[in-house]
């Protein structure tokens, strides 16, 4: 899915956890990195700015495989236990459910899809039949994602962001 949906979400995740009291609520901090979190798994993009409907392979996947991420955020918080650093935890928690909604998203997709078992089964899965052909650009992308209903799906989570941030 788009930029702006995985920073929708983002954002009202932050929300639920700030008005549960798990993080803090004097603070933007919450809604700031949980939207950067939000969009992780897409550092990639930066690697494939010219292709960016390609960007899961700009770094052999590496940022789309949810183990890699399961991996890094096991070893962060085995790192940082012995220094007992305020909110690490529930902000630990918050990029890890991020991260796992950023890949619940992309398994919406018209292209690619999600390797749930990569890098061992890179058997891409999507819950929408995917685009008949591959496209040659971002143009032809923009044309093939237009015509599929997976944008309103998009656009809704857009309006329902909008109505919780009003
Ligand atoms: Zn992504």
Redesign the pocket.
């Known amino acids: 899915m788009t930029t702006l949906s995985h920073t929708a979400l983002g954002f009202l995740v932050a929300k639920l956890a700030v008005s549960r009291g798990w993080l803090p609520a004097d603070t933007s901090t919450p809604y700031l990195l949980s939207m950067i979190f939000a969009n992780l798994?897409?550092i990639d993009g930066l690697a494939s700015l010219r292709k960016i409907y390609d960007h899961?392979n700009a770094l052999k996947n590496l940022s789309?495989y949810p183990a890699n991420w399961f991996i890094v955020f096991t070893l962060v918080a085995m790192v940082a236990f012995p220094f007992e650093i305020r909110l690490f935890y529930p902000y630990l928690a918050l990029a890890g459910i991020n991260v796992l909604l950023?890949f619940i998203l992309?398994t919406f997709s018209i292209y690619n899809g999600i390797a749930w078992f990569g890098p061992w089964n890179t058997k891409k899965y999507s819950f929408i039949r995917m685009a008949p052909i591959l496209p040659a650009d971002t143009r032809e992308w923009v044309h093939w994602y237009l015509k599929h209903w997976v944008v309103y799906l998009e656009i809704a989570l857009w309006i329902v962001t909008l109505l919780v941030l009003l």
């Open positions: 798994p897409d899961h789309h950023h992309d």
